[in-house]
């Protein structure tokens, strides 16, 4: 094992899986360390975990990791969950914090409260979405869950599950906008400006990347002077689209750059399902939000999704007010007749932000790093679970 912990010393023990778990543990880290700087916190995760002042046992999110099919994917993680029960045999977990990933981190809960560690999910399990039968499950593996969106916590709560709502990271930041408007400035000027967002996983990448080049080209004829950054999450996964794609669409160019800086330079986002959805709602930029999948897997979501609506800003805000293609097996053209008419009319762009602002109201005044640190704390010296009011 390449971090060897001391057995007698207490450990936070942190497991993420991808990379937003990475970028969703970090600060919490960041933030225990600010309110306990002797605590030691070890982690499997990836470099933000470890920049925030996390000691790295193993990377599990890097492109190596992320860069594995689903099947090779599980398998790596079935070995990481081994050699994780070999290593807490030497280390004293006192709390375990799995950052979302339930089906790699449910395993790794189970064995570590064998052990006697506690355990707080960092990001609710969406089992609200699609899994409602695994509460019984979560309930005999968790001590609380700080939640990121705000329904949450009454959800979990109503079911026995002790529950907080701590804000979402990727709202409830600060951004520099006088960097953010440098930056941009070094970006193609020409105008209407698309920003799009391919996912940070490698097979949503490949899933999604031809349709969002395809649904620009198509846009391109339409409004001539279109100018588009797809934003790269990781290097590698620019090298797979360049690879993929060896002549872009005209206008279109492939950035590997902050995608605040993306985001402040766009009038109109396209992007994949996920937290990007939140990065770009933090800035008030109007979007159309896609996933696509085989007509199968559709059809198998519809019958398992229990929520009206897919993308998170719709889901958050109870109503569609952002146009969504989730789960998505069709063509260019449905997406191409969303995103034209506010490349057309601002008065739409502008409706869709005031929706925007207003759905992120419920984040008011939440401070994510710190709630979920100081939850952990209590956790760790043995107090129960709840919310500090």
Same mark, same amino acid.
């Given at each position: ?51 925030? &002042? ?7 999110? $890097?492109? /190596? ?30 709390? %375990? ?23 707080? %999910? ?20 968790? $001590? ?15 079911? &026995? ?37 391919? &996912? ?14 395809? /649904? ?8 001539? $002077? ?37 985001? %402040?330079?766009? $009038? ?8 990007? #959805?939140?990065?770009? /709602? ?26 009206? %609506? ?6 958050? /805000? ?21 995103? #034209? ?8 762009g502008a409706k869709q932000r005031a929706d925007l602002k207003q759905m992120l109201a419920a984040f008011a005044d939440k401070r994510p790093a710190e709630e979920g640190a100081a939850l952990i704390l209590r956790v760790l010296r043995g107090q129960p679970f709840r919310a500090e009011k």
């Amino acid at each position: 094992m390449s971090t060897a912990a001391s057995p007698t010393r207490p450990i936070v023990l942190f497991t993420a899986f991808e990379p937003s778990g990475d970028s969703h543990a970090a600060p919490v880290i960041r933030a225990l360390k600010r309110l306990a700087p002797e605590l030691d916190i070890y982690a499997w995760g990836g470099p933000k975990m470890e920049q925030a &002042g996390a000691t790295i046992v193993e990377k599990s999110v $890097d492109d /190596a990791a992320m860069g594995l099919g689903a099947i090779g994917k599980a398998r790596a993680v079935k070995k990481q969950i081994g050699r994780i029960k070999r290593w807490a045999k030497q280390a004293r977990v006192v709390v %375990h914090v799995p950052v979302d990933s339930p089906a790699s981190n449910f395993p790794i809960c189970r064995i570590l409260r064998k052990q006697g560690a506690r355990t707080v %999910h960092l990001v609710a399990p969406q089992i609200w979405a699609w899994g409602g039968w695994r509460i019984g499950k979560l309930r005999r593996r968790t $001590d609380g869950i700080l939640c990121l969106l705000p329904f949450e916590e009454k959800w979990f709560n109503d079911r &026995g599950v002790p529950a907080t709502f701590i804000g979402h990271p990727a709202i409830n930041r600060a951004l520099d906008e006088q960097e953010l408007h440098r930056q941009a400035g070094m970006l193609p000027q020409a105008a209407p400006r698309l920003a799009i967002f391919p &996912g940070s996983r490698t097979h949503e990448v490949k899933k999604n990347v031809g349709l969002l080049f395809a /649904a620009f080209r198509d846009l391109k004829t339409r409004h001539a $002077d279109l100018c588009g950054l797809v934003v790269a999450a990781r290097p590698a996964l620019g090298q797979i689209m360049r690879k993929k794609f060896a002549v872009l669409p005209t206008g279109l160019h492939i950035v590997n750059i902050d995608p605040d800086v993306a985001v %402040h330079w766009c $009038d109109f986002a396209l992007t994949v399902s996920g937290t990007m #959805s939140l990065d770009i /709602a933090r800035q008030h930029k109007p979007m159309v939000g896609v996933y696509r999948v085989g007509w199968f897997a559709k059809a198998l979501s519809l019958v398992m999704l229990r929520t009206k %609506h897919r993308l998170l800003p719709n889901i958050i /805000a109870g109503r569609r007010i952002v146009p969504e293609f989730v789960p998505y097996a069709g063509g260019p053209g449905r997406i191409v007749k969303a995103v #034209s008419p506010f490349l057309e009319d601002t008065a739409l762009g502008a409706k869709q932000r005031a929706d925007l602002k207003q759905m992120l109201a419920a984040f008011a005044d939440k401070r994510p790093a710190e709630e979920g640190a100081a939850l952990i704390l209590r956790v760790l010296r043995g107090q129960p679970f709840r919310a500090e009011k």
